[in-house]
């Protein structure tokens, strides 16, 4: 049972590089998501998707692209990667659009942006 | 808007110790869900429990127990007899029903750090 996996485990690149972080889950769940994680503000939302083509904004989605051509696969693109994006990355699914769904999480890309 | 409070930012026990994590958390919506994760030092997000608004009980699991109270708005965490392996950071997180079933979104407090000490 190998859940949610992200890739890479950690990530440095340089400023105004893009690059991309895989998130790929086994259980066919239809919500997936990105988060990212910084000292004083927690967890927040980038970017989540109900289903496969479909995606929505978060509360944090400036500087980031997604897609979603497959129900398995959730990568996360920053296009032109700045400073402030390095964080901790963490992709979540859940099984439906029950809010009562727990979200599962991969173990997170740390990413360090110079 | 939904908001998450968890005031202490970081609580130091000694093992055996039982210590209590406070959330308190806002929402205009009469039915929502509230969870706790626990975040180890290796850094992956692990689900503790999930509480509906209509079930007020309390909770227990092993050394885990949790206090819901909607009088005071609060989904309080206590862990009884600490132990080194429950050092970690504990998040509070609330998910209101969503509109349409489009907008779910789980909002997170910032995090507890919880050290027990040997």
């Known amino acids: 049972d190998a ?5 890479p485990r950690y990530k440095i690149t340089e400023t105004g590089r893009q690059v991309t972080l895989m998130c790929h889950q086994t259980w066919s769940h239809s919500y997936m ?9 927690g967890l927040r939302l980038i970017y989540y998707s ?9 509360e944090v989605p400036d500087g980031y692209v997604v897609s979603r051509s497959k129900t398995e696969n959730f990568p996360l693109t920053l296009e032109s990667a700045t400073r402030s994006q390095t964080s901790v ?6 099984e439906n659009s029950a809010s009562n769904q727990p ?3 991969g173990d997170g890309t740390r990413l360090s942006i110079l | 808007a939904q908001k998450v409070t968890q005031a202490q930012t970081e609580i130091s026990v000694v093992e055996k110790e039982d210590v209590t994590l406070d959330c308190v958390y806002e929402t205009r919506d009469t039915t929502y869900y ?12 692990v689900f503790l ?7 007020e009980q309390n909770e227990i699991s092993g050394r885990y127990s949790w206090n819901f109270q909607k009088s005071t708005s609060s989904f309080n965490f206590t862990i009884t007899a600490s ?31 919880l050290t027990v000490n040997p």
């Open chain 2, 34 to 45: 509230l969870f706790w994760y626990k975040q180890p030092p290796s850094g992956e997000l």
């Open chain 1, 3 to 7: 859940g949610i996996t992200q890739s």
């Open chain 1, 89 to 94: 990355y963490f992709c979540a699914s859940s």
């Open chain 1, 33 to 41: 998501f990105w988060y990212r994680q910084d000292l004083g503000h």
């Open chain 1, 50 to 58: 109900a289903a496969a083509d479909i995606t929505d904004k978060g």
């Open chain 1, 103 to 105: 979200q599962h999480f």
């Open chain 2, 83 to 113: 132990q080194v392996v429950d050092s970690a950071v504990y998040f509070c997180a609330l998910s209101e029903v969503p509109c349409g079933g489009s907008n779910y979104k789980l909002t997170f407090g910032k995090g507890t750090l």
């Open chain 2, 49 to 55: 429990i999930r509480r509906n608004s209509f079930d």
